[in-house]
């Protein structure tokens, strides 16, 4: 959806919230490009979300519209037919509905990996915003459902197994590479099997029984395997069934 | 059937002998530690040899025996745990199976841990072989109150099963009489597996069975696969084996299906489909066992748990090992040096003996000298030191106590980018570096194999200790011996770290069975003993006489004070030492543990503090103790890593001696100016 041009002339430094300075835009002319466009939807959608009709001065309170032309973007989501105006409130047509909410799927993804890699929640959300443009939906979709199932076995209380205490585990994850998991899967610690923490060592190994047996896993091999504590023999949770 | 010998390219592996008429070939295979070795050895007696199998570093031993007057032909196969083609072992056993070498596989398991132990005899059943099941160590089992139904394993498995109690021989004569009826059909097909795994696996099958029936693609199809079920090909191409997918990629489309049977049963259960199929083995097994197998007493904690809470504490553990590694050395040396000091008197008369037999003095000088000498000091040096360190190390390995050791130090072999596992070899070094680095082949990748093999090339063996402590220890002090070792810890560690950073692959970590620990029986010891010590009779002995030949021919020919006197300038100012021990150096790679006797002969006085410093002595016990390893060494490096490795090691080390020994003469130098 290439916008056509429209002149406009701001300065504008702000500092981002990760600290940087940026100079957005400095008396340039200004075009309204895809990611203003795709931003008000998001905007507007998450108004709706919230129940509420956004108006013109709502928009441009927004902070992720922030230095945007909003005024601008608004006539040409009108012109493009993905809101309608009327008086003073704006509100998505369907079409700007379907891509509002796509963009806004991408954001929360993104926001939620950078937020579990550890990243402070504003500068979580700004590089959310940026990444929200680029990604593809069918890999948002995906890594989506990924996300949940791995937050779900983090919720379940999953650890790597060198954190792991002595007691009863199913494996939850095998982060490794493919040779340690075939050999891992031979010596019979696949994913969901059972397996007993006898002992560690400090920074050194830990002694698992798997299958009756007893193994010894290097430290680095027991970081890279994700234990979930086993409540009872009964229920076999699969993290992935 | 085929002769196993000439019908594929492993005839090399045995060609170095055994009966050629044998009738029917039994493999023995199985987990690593369930007795294999034991059966073997019970089978064959001494009637047995070992040979390589071609281009891979695994050993395969071969015996044949009588029974009730049939020849049979045994072979051991290296220990596993799968089938898959990961290591070299299990792609040599898996060969050897799939290409019908054996006409019956028995297949060893220990039924202490029968669970896992039938994750390999399923594979086994699906190959189809015809097979037996071993249940060994049935006098463990029972101790720990377990009581197996070998009737519903065999019923289960659709193989027979015959328990034995292999370290007292209990049960072997009926697994051979039992293995013998096998060899005449090949079973049906194994245990079923779950439904979707099934379907999965008819789909592959069906698939490869119209490309083989369909002439135009029939021919991407190898003659070595014919014999094979088209289910164990089906599993391995799901499992998405590279080996197998390898050798069918002509065979039509069939690589292709199955990647797409693959994913569709990788899209039901969210992990891949060899984690899947693995898991539904284990299920398998898991019901097996659990119905053959049933707990008669409930005991608490066994004494081995207890010990085990003690062996590997975090603390305790490690005084444990300190205790070990001291008791351990102590009796080899005490013993060693006992038995050293015997011999030696022995043949010295011998020797007086021998040449107040008036042969001609040309003649006598060159049998005694050149060869008797050398086969004696090959006695001397492998049976006293040898004798005590193998039947040590048997014990330790039958005892599962060096499993411990690898667990404890494992953090620490980390570092150098090796894992527990490694500090065998490298231990094994301060005992004799040939079997250090034979025994590096107990890790599974190449690049493991030959950063441990070149670390445990530069601890100080025990000939090497010998001129450490009878020069250093005896003439400078306690502390200054000490100090060397010390050195020498770290320059391993650095060359290891080297070795870490730039060979390419990287570091996987331990992944290793613990062993229930339990009281080894010691005729097992004794026998394994005999054998190691054959090995190495065989293997180095030759290498110990040529080179005590070449050391009298060229001091025959007087060709060595040249040599000395052309090097005096950088023996005397660049490492400090007297010109005449370089004589000594150079004579050390061909045998290092005469070092200390040559130094002797060169000075003319075994009172070392007479005629050199302190300085002089500790330079050359540092350059003994890190400069090539001797010939021998050289000679398994060769055999275990090839020729271009074991030249490139051996001259590094040369150098890194070298330069460690001027420089530690030059420090010298400049404190004793100092002070
Ligand atoms: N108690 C007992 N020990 C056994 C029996 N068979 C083997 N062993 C011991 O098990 C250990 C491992 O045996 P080994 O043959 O080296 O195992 P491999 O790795 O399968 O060749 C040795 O210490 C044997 O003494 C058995 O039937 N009973």
């Known amino acids: 959806m290439k916008a056509h041009t429209l002149s406009y002339r701001v300065t504008l430094t702000r500092i981002s919230t990760c600290g940087r300075i940026e100079t957005l835009m400095q008396d340039e002319t200004r075009d309204i490009c895809r990611e203003d466009c795709e931003e008000a939807m998001e905007a507007l959608y998450r108004f709706e979300r919230d129940g509420r009709t956004a108006t013109l001065s709502d928009l441009m309170q927004e902070p992720d519209l922030d230095g945007r032309p909003v005024a601008d973007i608004v006539m040409e989501l009108a012109l493009n037919g993905q809101v309608e105006l009327s008086g003073d409130s704006v509100s998505l047509t369907p079409r700007g509905r379907d891509i509002g909410h796509r963009i806004y799927s991408r954001h929360i993804l993104a926001e939620r990996l950078l937020r579990a890699l550890g990243l402070r929640e504003s500068c979580a959300h700004e590089e959310a915003c940026r990444m929200e443009h680029i990604l593809d939906d069918e890999a948002v979709a995906e890594a989506t459902k990924r996300l949940d199932r791995f937050e779900t076995m983090l919720d379940s209380g999953v650890q790597r197994l060198a954190d792991a205490s002595p007691g009863e585990y199913h494996v939850a994850f095998l982060a490794t590479g493919r040779t340690q998991r075939r050999r891992l899967e031979d010596m019979g610690i696949g994913q969901g099997a059972q397996l007993r923490v006898w002992r560690k060592q400090p920074r050194g190994p830990v002694e698992v029984e798997a299958h009756g047996a007893r193994l010894a896993l290097g430290r680095g091999v027991a970081t890279k395997i994700l234990v979930a504590p086993h409540l009872n023999s009964n229920s076999d949770t699969q993290l992935d069934s | 059937m085929k002769d196993p010998l000439t019908a594929t390219a492993a005839g090399g592996a045995f060609a170095n002998g055994g009966p ?32 390589n199998w071609p281009g891979k570093t695994v050993e395969l031993a071969q015996g044949a025996f009588l029974f009730r007057g049939k020849r049979l032909r045994v072979i ?30 028995i297949d060893v398991v220990d039924s202490t841990v029968l669970e896992r132990n039938l994750y390999l005899a399923l594979q086994l059943r699906e190959l ?64 079923r597996y779950g439904r979707e795994v099934e379907e999965a696996v008819l789909q592959v099958e069906e698939a490869l069975a119209a490309a083989i029936a369909d002439p135009v693609t029939a021919s991407g199809f190898p003659d070595e696969y014919a014999g094979v079920p088209t289910r164990f090909i089906a599993i391995k191409l799901l499992e998405g084996d590279e080996e197998m997918e390898h050798q069918l990629t002509s065979l039509g489309d069939v690589v292709q299906i199955a990647h797409t049977v693959a994913g569709k ?13 693995a898991s539904e083995r284990y299920a398998v097994a898991g019901r097996i066992s659990a119905e053959a197998v049933r707990r008669v007493d409930v005991t608490g904690r066994s004494t081995g748990e207890r010990l085990d809470s003690f062996l590997l504490h975090k603390v305790l553990g490690w005084f444990a090992l300190a205790v070990a590694l001291f008791a351990m050395f102590g009796i080899i040396f005490i013993v060693g040096d006992k038995f050293a000091g015997l ?25 005694w000298r050149g060869i008797v000498h050398g086969v004696l000091a090959g006695v001397s040096i492998a049976l006293p030191y ?74 100080p063996c025990s000939a090497r200790t010998v001129v450490i402590l009878g020069l250093v220890g005896a003439f400078v002090g306690f502390w200054a011996a000490i100090s060397l070792y010390i050195i020498n810890l770290i320059i391993v560690f650095i060359v290891g770290r080297i070795l870490n950073k730039y060979l390419p692959g990287d570091n996987v970590g331990l992944i290793m069975e613990m062993p229930k620990l339990r009281t080894p029986a010691w ?38 004070d040249p040599v000395a006197s052309a090097l005096a300038p950088f023996t005397e100012t660049v490492l400090g030492l007297p010109a005449v021990t370089l004589i000594v150096l150079v004579f050390g790679v061909l045998r290092k543990e005469l070092a200390l006797i040559m130094l002797a002969t060169v000075l003319g006085t075994t009172n070392f503090g007479l005629v050199l410093s302190a300085r002089e002595m500790f330079v050359f016990a540092l350059i003994v103790m890190l400069y090539v390893p001797c010939v021998s060494t050289i000679a398994v490096m060769r055999r275990e890593y090839g020729a271009k490795i074991a030249a490139l090691v051996s001259a590094g080390e040369v150098v890194v001696a070298l330069a460690l020994g001027a420089l530690v003469n030059w420090i010298w130098n400049l404190v004793a100016a100092i002070v």
């Open chain 2, 523 to 560: 005729r097992v010891s004794l026998k394994q003993t005999w054998f190691r010590l054959k090995d190495f009779v065989i293997f180095a002995f030759p290498i110990i006489v040529a080179g005590s030949l070449v050391l009298w021919g060229l001091e025959r020919l007087g060709w060595l």
């Open chain 2, 265 to 277: 049963l990788e899209a039901v259960h969210g992990h891949d489909a060899a984690g899947v199929i």
């Open chain 2, 76 to 105: 051991d196969l290296p220990g596993i745990y799968s089938l898959s083609a990961y290591s070299q072992e299990e792609l040599v056993a898996r060969d050897f199976l799939a290409g019908r070498m054996a006409d019956v596989v």
């Open chain 2, 343 to 367: 011999l030696e008197e022995l043949f010295e008369w011998w020797e007086e003996a021998f040449f107040a037999l008036g042969l001609h003095p040309g003649w006598s000088d060159f049998l």
């Open chain 2, 386 to 459: 040898l004798v005590p360190f193998y039947l040590i190390l048997s014990f330790l390995e039958n005892s599962g106590y060096l499993a411990r050791m690898a667990f404890l130090t494992d953090s620490i072999m980390h570092r150098l980018g090796l894992h527990g596992k490694a500090f065998i070899p490298i231990f094994l070094g301060y005992g004799c570096t040939v079997p250090a680095v034979l025994g590096t082949r107990i890790m599974e990748r190449d690049r493991d194999r030959l950063i441990a093999g070149i670390l445990a090339t530069l601890i």
């Open chain 2, 20 to 51: 050629a008429a044998a009738e029917t070939t039994f493999a023995l295979v199985g987990n690593a530690n369930v007795g294999k070795s034991v059966i073997f050895n019970a089978l064959t007696g001494m009637n047995q040899t070992i040979g």
């Open chain 2, 128 to 191: 189809q072989v015809p097979l037996v099941l071993a249940l060994n160590l049935t006098d463990l089992a029972s101790k720990e109150g377990l009581e197996i139904d070998a009737d519903v394993l065999s019923m289960e498995l659709g193989v027979p099963v015959v328990k034995t109690a292999a370290a007292s021989g209990k049960g072997l004569e009926e697994l051979v009489a039992v293995a013998l009826t096998c060899s005449l059909g090949r079973p049906g097909p194994g245990p």
